[in-house]
């Protein structure tokens, strides 16, 4: 997905044979939010309960490196909201950090799944 930011006028993001949106990587990433909330859960917390605590739509898991990630258009007071229950709930916080929208936040919000997920059925194209 970084070649096809750098390099591509267009893009057409395809799901399942269909066409999802089509832009430049800015108006598609425009269409997500402007940045990306992600949390990182501390070890000695429970990462199952903290996703129950974030559950927001747009709410993507590494479970691998214990990161919940979700679109924020709220800016602080989303971020302020989200650390108060998980405070309340007792998930403690190892970091957080705010990040403009790649174009794979973009493909997940749009497919549900990441592009490693896609199995060759669903894929991003470039238009050159």
Do not use: Y
């Not at 970084?2 to 999802?20: Q, S």
């Not at 089509?22 to 990433?29: C, I, N, S, V």
């Not at 990161?67 to 108060?84: A, F």
């Amino acid at each position: 997905m970084d070649e096809a930011d750098n390099l591509a006028d267009r893009i057409v993001v395809i799901n399942g044979g269909k066409i999802i949106a089509e832009g430049t990587a800015d108006e598609l990433k425009q269409r997500i939010g402007s940045e990306r909330l992600e949390i990182t859960v501390a070890e000695a917390s429970n990462f199952d309960e903290a996703k129950k605590v974030v559950d927001e739509d747009s709410l993507h898991v590494d479970s691998k490196r214990r990161t919940l990630s979700v679109v924020t258009k709220g800016g602080v007071h989303q971020l302020k909201h989200v650390l108060s229950n998980l405070d309340e709930s007792g998930i403690d916080v190892e970091s957080v950090s705010f990040r403009s929208p790649t174009l794979d936040d973009v493909f997940l919000t749009l497919t549900g799944h990441t592009t490693e997920q896609s199995n060759g059925e669903t894929k991003a194209q470039q238009e050159g």
